[in-house]
């Protein structure tokens, strides 16, 4: 059974930082594509970052240069350094794994975590 356990969310002023994890189980990390997506009060959800299986990374315009997307190959953990928080940061960050196959698209969850940025 796989799971996706993110952490590390919380309360921060805003010019912090927080680091958030996803511990998987289930599941090797270096397998899939792993993202981080947010949803703030009343918005979609969007994604925030991701690293592909071959470690190369994406951001969404809003973070680059304040969050980076890493992985805990040992760990089997995908991290979210998120420097100079702002208030629109503030969301439930949820961690996604997602493997593609011909027959089959393996698509994975998290619970969330929540993040609140305050001034």
């Known amino acids: 059974q796989v799971h996706l356990v993110e952490s590390g969310g919380g309360l921060v002023q805003a010019g912090g930082s927080l680091r958030l994890s996803c511990a998987a189980s289930?599941?090797?990390?270096?397998?899939?594509?792993i993202g981080w997506y947010r949803q703030a009060p009343g918005k979609e959800r969007e994604s925030v970052a991701n690293?592909?299986?071959?470690?190369?990374?994406n951001y969404a315009d809003s973070v680059k240069g304040r969050f980076t997307i890493s992985r805990g190959n040992a760990e089997n953990t995908v991290y979210l350094h998120m420097n100079s928080l702002k208030l629109e940061d503030t969301a439930i960050y949820y961690c996604?794994?997602?493997?593609?196959?011909?027959?089959?698209?393996?698509?994975?969850w998290g619970q969330g975590t929540r993040v609140t940025v305050s001034s």
């Open positions: 690293i592909s299986r071959v470690g190369g990374t």
């Open positions: 996604n794994a997602k493997y593609f196959t011909y027959v089959r698209t393996y698509d994975y």
């Open positions: 289930g599941i090797t990390v270096s397998d899939f594509d």
